[in-house]
C-alpha cells in the first residue's frame, strides 16, 4: 500500500460504501501477483465484504468509487448512471491550450456490442497552465475510457495517458501515471461527495 497515497474510506452511507481508489489500484481482483484491489482492502482492511462498484474506473485513474452489498440497489443506481440523473465530476490535465468550455458528442465504439454508442462529454477550463490546461470534465454517458478518448480526439491528450496519448508525445520512461481524477458525485436525492486529489497530482500545479 502506498503511504503517499493510501486507499480510505469516505463515506458507509446506509447501504451505500463511498471509497477512495489510488492510480494503480484495480477495483476487482484479476489475481495478478502483486496487484492492489480495492475489493480486497474494504474486505480485509475494514471488513467490508460483499460489497460490488456500482460504477467503473479505469486502474491508473484515481478518485471515488461507489459500492453496494445490494444487488436491488446497484441496479437503481446503475440506471441512474444510464439515465443521466447523476454527476460526475472528474480534474483532468491535458496537453494544449484548450477553449474556456465545450461540448464534444463524438460517437464511441463500444468493442462488446461491435458498434458506436451515443457519447457526451462536457468541459470546463479551469486554469491555463504553460502549456497545458487544467479541466473540470463532466461526462454525461459512460462509454469506455470515454474521457480519454474524447479528450485525445479533440488534439487536447491527458498528460500521462499512455494508451490515448496526446499526439506526437511519447509515454514516459517510468509509466508515470494518468492525470485524471473522479473528484466529485451528486445524486439525484441530493447526497454527494468528493475526492480530493492526490498528492502526487497536487505537486504539479
Known amino acids: 500500500m ?14 451505500l460504501v463511498v471509497a477512495y481508489k489510488p492510480s494503480g489500484w484495480v477495483v476487482h481482483s484479476t489475481g495478478a501477483e502483486g ?6 482492502w474494504l474486505d480485509e482492511t475494514l471488513s467490508i465484504s460483499g460489497h460490488s ?46 477553449r474556456r468550455k465545450g461540448v464534444l458528442r463524438r460517437p464511441l465504439k463500444d468493442p462488446r456490442r461491435k458498434k458506436q454508442l451515443e457519447a457526451v462529454t462536457r468541459y470546463r477550463l479551469m486554469r491555463w497552465l504553460g502549456a497545458f490546461s487544467l479541466l473540470e470534465v463532466r461526462p454525461e454517458t459512460g462509454r469506455k475510457h470515454q474521457i480519454r478518448r474524447h479528450l485525445q480526439g479533440m488534439g487536447h491528450g491527458i498528460v500521462g495517458d499512455t494508451r ?34 492526490s498528492p502526487d497530482l497536487r505537486m504539479g500545479l
Not at 496487484?35 to 480486497?40: I, M
Not at 496526446?166 to 439525484?188: F, Q, S, T
Open 164 to 197: 490515448y496519448r496526446h499526439r506526437g508525445k511519447k509515454p514516459p520512461a517510468d509509466g508515470g501515471r494518468i492525470w485524471l481524477h473522479a473528484a466529485g458525485l451528486v445524486l439525484p436525492d441530493g447526497r454527494q461527495w468528493e475526492a480530493d486529489l
Open 2 to 15: 502506498s503511504e503517499i497515497d493510501p486507499p480510505r474510506l469516505l463515506d458507509h452511507d446506509g447501504d
Open 35 to 40: 496487484e492492489q484491489c480495492l475489493d480486497l
Open 53 to 98: 462498484p456500482v460504477h467503473r474506473l479505469d486502474k491508473p485513474v484515481s478518485g471515488l468509487i461507489l459500492y453496494s452489498a445490494d444487488p436491488e440497489l446497484r441496479a437503481q443506481m446503475s440506471e441512474l448512471f444510464a439515465s443521466r440523473e447523476t454527476e460526475k465530476r472528474y480534474t483532468a490535465l491535458v496537453h494544449g491550450r484548450t
